[in-house]
C-alpha cells in the first residue's frame, strides 16, 4: 500500500459523505436514509474494504470480475457486491455467482449471458439496465431510445430481475454540467414506469465529485470511490 493511501482516514471519509449526502437529501425534500451508499473499491486493497465496511458501508462497487472475485474472498462481512464496470460476455458466469448486483446491463446479449448462468445458478440477479446519458462514444450504455426495447428484452429472462437505470454523468469539474443527464436517467424512469410497468427500486448515478447533483435529481444508489478511499494511483 503506498504511504499516501495508508494515511486516508476511511471512517472519516465515509462520515463526510454522509454529511454530504443528508444535505443534498434534505435540499431534495428526502431522507438520507433513502440513499444507499457505494463504496468503489476498484484498485483498492481488501484491507481498506475491510475498514470501509467497519465504517458502517454496506454495498461495495467493483469495476472488473476477477479483482472483485479475488477480494470479495479476503474480505469478511456481509456487504452487498455490486459490477458497476463494463462487463464482457465472457466473464458472465463468475459475474453472475459472485455479485449481488449488476449495474452495468446495456445490450440485449450481455443481459441473455447473464440471465442464463444466473439461472444456471439457481439465482435470480437484480441488474440495472445502464444508459450513456451523455451520448459520449468512450462510455457504454445504450442509447436513451433504445432503453425501452431492451427492457421489454431484459424483463422476461428468467434468472434477471431489471431493479432500475443506471448512469455515468459526463466528467467536468463543474458538477452542474452533468445535471441534465441525471435529469434525462430519472425521466427515463418514470416513462418506463408508465409504458412498460418496470418498478424502478434504485436509480444508480453520482460520484465522488457529482453526488449531490444526482441525489437533487433523483439518485438513490451513488457510487462513491475517491471521496472514501482517496485519489487512486493512475
Ligand atoms: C470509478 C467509478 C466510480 C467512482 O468514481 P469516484 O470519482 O472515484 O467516486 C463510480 N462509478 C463508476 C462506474 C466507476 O467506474
Avoid at 73 to 90: C, F, S, T
Avoid at 156 to 161: A, C
Avoid at 202 to 216: K, N, Y
Amino acid at each position: 500500500m503506498s504511504k499516501a493511501a495508508s494515511h486516508v482516514d476511511i471512517a472519516e471519509n465515509v462520515a463526510r459523505v454522509r454529511e454530504r449526502i443528508a444535505r443534498a437529501a434534505q435540499r431534495s425534500g428526502r431522507s438520507a436514509s433513502d440513499i444507499t451508499l457505494v463504496a468503489v473499491a476498484k484498485v483498492v486493497d481488501a484491507e481498506r474494504v475491510r475498514r470501509a465496511i467497519a465504517a458502517g458501508v454496506a454495498d461495495i462497487g467493483e469495476n472488473y470480475v476477477q479483482e472483485a472475485a479475488a477480494k470479495r474472498a479476503e474480505v469478511e462481512g456481509d456487504a452487498r457486491w455490486h459490477m458497476i464496470g463494463h462487463l464482457q460476455r465472457n466473464k458472465a458466469r463468475q459475474a453472475a455467482q459472485i455479485f449481488d448486483m449488476i449495474q452495468t446491463i446495456d445490450s440485449q446479449r450481455l443481459a441473455e449471458a447473464v440471465a442464463q448462468r444466473a439461472a444456471a445458478a439457481g439465482r435470480s440477479m437484480p441488474v440495472l439496465l445502464q444508459v450513456n446519458t451523455s451520448g459520449e462514444e468512450s462510455k457504454s450504455g445504450a442509447a436513451p431510445a433504445d432503453v425501452e426495447r431492451l427492457l421489454d428484452q431484459a424483463g422476461s429472462l428468467p434468472g434477471l430481475r431489471v431493479e432500475g437505470l443506471m448512469t455515468i454523468g459526463r466528467w467536468d469539474p463543474d458538477p452542474e454540467r452533468a445535471r441534465g443527464e441525471f435529469r434525462l436517467l430519472a425521466e427515463l424512469a418514470k416513462q418506463l414506469e408508465q409504458r412498460s410497468g418496470l418498478a424502478v427500486k434504485w436509480l444508480s448515478m453520482g460520484m465522488s465529485h457529482d453526488f449531490e447533483v444526482a441525489i437533487e435529481e433523483g439518485a438513490n444508489l451513488i457510487r462513491v470511490g475517491t471521496g472514501i478511499f482517496g485519489p487512486r494511483p493512475r
